[in-house]
């Protein structure tokens, strides 16, 4: 278990929600039906999200939450994923070595 941010969170698959946080501040994800990136820094315990720009693509009954996020905690082997006002707006697990 790492308490670190950095690594793949969520897992890799067509609707579902993923994001990866590289080493060198980058991210690259998904938030279930768009692509996401942008940049993030580590922010005292959790870690703060630069902007992130997204493809604007329309998916049914997809809930695109991950687009709203501003910072996250790792909280054991999860990435808790917050909004603008703080507000906890979803968790996403940390994927396998393999994922």
Not at 5 to 12: I, L, Y
Not at 75 to 91: K, Q, S
């Amino acid at each position: 278990m790492s308490s670190s941010a950095e690594g793949t969170w969520g897992v890799k698959r067509r609707g579902e929600p993923w994001l990866q946080l590289a080493a060198e501040g980058r991210i690259l994800g998904n938030d279930g039906c768009n692509r996401l990136m942008g940049g993030w820094r580590v922010d005292g315990p959790g870690v703060r999200f630069e902007p992130l720009a997204s493809t604007l693509m329309y998916c049914e009954g997809v809930d695109t939450w991950l687009n709203t996020a501003v910072t996250a905690l790792v909280e054991n082997d999860e990435l808790v994923v917050f909004d603008a006002e703080g507000r906890e707006i979803g968790r996403l697990a940390r994927a396998a070595e393999s994922d």
